[in-house]
């Protein structure tokens, strides 16, 4: 996999990179997910799970890596795996983030009225994590973003933060954020605005954008010309882009994204990535794979021919946004 600049920023990416969401705790929000780790919680085997996945990415020449604080271990298995292999810092680029605390205790489903993740995007989290994550990663942690920022968690004017961020950023760390919800473009678009020592806070951003959801494209395209390096995270709608869709009212959809599959040659997981990895505004697609052989469809997507004709069916599967983002909110943790 060809290594890239990522944005304007010094780190260099590969157009595929892995995220740990479902690898790093028992518990995650996507389709299936209590399957693939074959009811397998102990933190021993979730640990060695965690690093088979990861040699597999490796193999496969991912150099782009995803954690956060709140996913359980994430940030524990990654620099387990990274100081068991020897891999020399400078040959990946690794990003975690702040800003949600785990609080599942390591179950996969919570008691009523509890949370799995506890949100709160104020300086003293913020102190804690990094250190937290310094602890854990060290000099391998390259990119730290504000998990899920919005415009309601005052996240973005609330200067004690993002003073901090750019003391961060001024001492080698690139700065990102994450975005979530219906909001993720009004956000984006006053993050933009955001600059210390004239220059923009952020130099990455990392947000949802599939086939079905594909709201954000304007400013996306306006983040990446000013520079930041891009993300895309749920490039497969959390699951809803694969196969194990068994949805009845996706079915139409399914019929065409198999039928393309079959044409193509590929996987419907695969082609759902390429229309992502040929978007100019792009720089990496997460996978969210948990299991080997789902990681290594998602990376056919690399040889999936992008065709106009394609382009077309694909793109116009979008969804409203609204009801993309209740749809998500309806997956259940497993
Ligand atoms: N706010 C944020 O900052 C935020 C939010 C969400 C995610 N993220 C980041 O983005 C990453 C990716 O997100 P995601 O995992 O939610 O989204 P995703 O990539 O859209 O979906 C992953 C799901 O697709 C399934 N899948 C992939 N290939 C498959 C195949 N060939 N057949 C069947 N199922 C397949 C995976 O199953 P298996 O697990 O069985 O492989 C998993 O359930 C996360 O790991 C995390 O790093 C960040």
């Given at each position: 996999?060809?290594?890239?600049?990522?944005?304007?920023?010094?780190?260099?990416?590969?157009?595929?990179?892995?995220?740990?969401a479902a690898l790093?705790?028992p518990g995650y929000i996507n389709l299936g997910h209590a399957k693939d780790l074959n009811h397998s919680?102990?933190?021993?085997?979730?640990?060695?799970?965690?690093?088979?996945?990861?040699?597999?990415?490796?193999?496969?020449?991912?150099?782009?890596?995803?954690?956060?604080?709140?996913?359980?271990?994430?940030?524990?298995?990654?620099?387990?795996?990274?100081?068991?292999?020897?891999?020399?810092?400078?040959?990946?680029?690794?990003?975690?983030?702040?800003?949600?605390?785990?609080?599942?205790?390591?179950?996969i489903?919570?008691?009523?009225?509890?949370?799995?993740?506890?949100?709160?995007?104020?300086?003293?989290?913020?102190?804690?994590?990094?250190?937290?994550?310094?602890?854990?990663?060290?000099?391998?942690?390259?990119?730290?973003?504000?998990?899920?920022?919005?415009?309601?968690?005052?996240?973005?004017?609330?200067?004690?933060?993002?003073?901090?961020?750019?003391?961060?950023?001024?001492?080698?760390?690139?700065?990102?954020?994450?975005?979530?919800?219906?909001?993720?473009?009004?956000?984006?678009?006053?993050?933009?605005?955001?600059?210390?020592?004239?220059?923009?806070?952020?130099?990455?951003?990392?947000?949802?954008?599939?086939?079905?959801?594909?709201?954000?494209?304007?400013?996306?395209?306006?983040?990446?010309?000013?520079?930041?390096?891009?993300?895309?995270?749920?490039?497969l709608a959390n699951g809803r882009l694969t196969t194990r869709n068994q949805a009845?009212?996706?079915?139409?959809?399914?019929?065409?994204?198999?039928?393309?599959?079959?044409?193509?040659?590929?996987?419907v997981d695969?082609?759902?990535?390429?229309?992502?990895?040929?978007?100019?505004?792009?720089?990496?697609?997460?996978?969210g794979a948990a299991q080997?052989d789902h990681l290594?469809s998602n990376?056919?997507?690399?040889?999936?021919?992008?065709?106009?004709?394609?382009?077309?069916?694909?793109?116009?599967?979008?969804?409203?946004?609204?009801?993309?983002?209740?749809?998500?909110?309806?997956l259940p943790w497993n």
């Open positions: 996999m060809q290594l890239k600049p990522f944005g304007q920023t010094n780190l260099t990416v590969t157009p595929l990179g892995l995220g740990l790093g705790r919680y102990d933190v021993t085997a979730m640990e060695a799970h965690a690093h088979t996945v990861l040699d597999a990415a490796w193999d496969a020449g991912i150099r782009y890596f995803d954690a956060a604080r709140s996913y359980g271990r994430a940030e524990a298995f990654l620099a387990s795996w990274l100081q068991s292999r020897h891999i020399d810092p400078t040959s990946v680029t690794v990003g975690s983030k702040w800003g949600y605390t785990y609080t599942a205790d390591w179950q489903t919570v008691p009523a009225g509890q949370k799995h993740e506890v949100k709160d995007h104020t300086l003293p989290v913020l102190q804690r994590q990094w250190q937290e994550s310094q602890k854990l990663l060290g000099n391998q942690l390259n990119l730290y973003q504000i998990h899920s920022a919005t415009l309601d968690s005052g996240v973005l004017d609330d200067t004690a933060v993002l003073t901090h961020l750019a003391h961060l950023r001024n001492t080698g760390t690139v700065i990102g954020l994450s975005l979530s919800g219906t909001g993720q473009a009004d956000t984006l678009w006053r993050a933009l605005e955001i600059e210390f020592d004239g220059q923009l806070l952020f130099g990455s951003v990392q947000a949802t954008w599939n086939i079905l959801e594909q709201s954000a494209t304007a400013v996306l395209t306006a983040a990446h010309e000013a520079g930041l390096g891009v993300i895309v995270k749920e490039a009845p009212d996706f079915q139409p959809q399914m019929h065409t994204l198999t039928h393309l599959a079959q044409q193509h040659h590929t996987t695969a082609l759902a990535l390429t229309a992502v990895l040929h978007q100019p505004f792009v720089d990496v697609v997460l996978s080997t290594l990376v056919a997507a690399l040889q999936v021919e992008w065709q106009p004709e394609l382009a077309e069916i694909l793109l116009g599967m979008g969804e409203e946004t609204a009801v993309y983002w209740q749809t998500r909110s309806n």
